[in-house]
């Protein structure tokens, strides 16, 4: 039969400490008959008495009194294991994150977290550092980028200007500048969270294809920056309907190729990044601006 071993112990020092049944169980904070047959339990796994029940009081036989102070211990050790639980389960998740998602979503998801008992500390990153934060373990889990067809969230990519666009999809060849060059060049930029071979190479492939001069789509070093080249321009910024919505700017989808950014929750522990998936669905959706 098993014997709790550490409930034993606890009631046993607790009637020891007091030397009276009714009191040592109070003591531990359990009923007076469940200390009784948590000690009887023991008594019989070990197959020598605890205490001498003919006196009055809790007296201890020279069996118990030479268990007591392991008894002790194994209490002592068992509360330090509690301890250490709570501080464990309190203590910060780090996760990697896009730069571009929004402060209110990040503290939302954080709050729904908590529910969840999960409490996290957010470390904003370019798709590539999210991934080399992973791999050295200085996170312990990323939300990764990756292609569309791999993902949990997608977030559809269209361009986004300053001025307001034609109605319908954006056609890259509709970006060529005439040989009276009335119109004017517009580039499209790049925000460093789109620097990524599935997003990124497809643009430049349909770029070269169509004939704009490499100039005209190009990588911005900074999302700020990029931002502020379009404001003070006619130029386009490849990003998602929500932050053309968080920017100020019109948003189109492209017409060729169709673009998607693609997210995945990944940990150097799988059951981390499974304890969040399905939770917290939702709100990493509204994080990454995913439909």
Known sequence: MDV??????????????????????????????????????????????????????????????????????????????????RRARLRPLLIAVPGLCPTRALAELDAEARAHELFFEFRPAAPAERLDLLHARDVRVALLAVPPDEASWTVPLGVAGAVDLHRGPVHLDSLRVGRSGRAPRRTIRIQPEDDVPHVRDRLLRQRDAVGLPPKQVVVADSLSGAVAEVLGSADLLLCSAAQAVEFGLHWRPLAEPVLARGYELRAEVAPDADRLRVPLHEALARCLGAS
């Open 4 to 85: 709790d071993l550490v409930g034993g112990a606890r009631a046993f020092v607790a009637v020891s400490e007091v030397g009276s049944f009714t009191g040592g169980s109070a003591a531990a904070g359990i009923p007076q008959p469940v200390a009784s047959r948590r000690i009887a339990a023991l008594e019989r796994h070990w197959g020598e008495r605890l205490f001498d029940r003919s006196a009055r009081r809790a007296r201890l036989t020279p069996f118990g009194r030479e268990l007591l102070p392991r008894a002790r211990q194994l209490v002592r050790l068992a509360d330090a294991l509690e301890q250490d639980a």
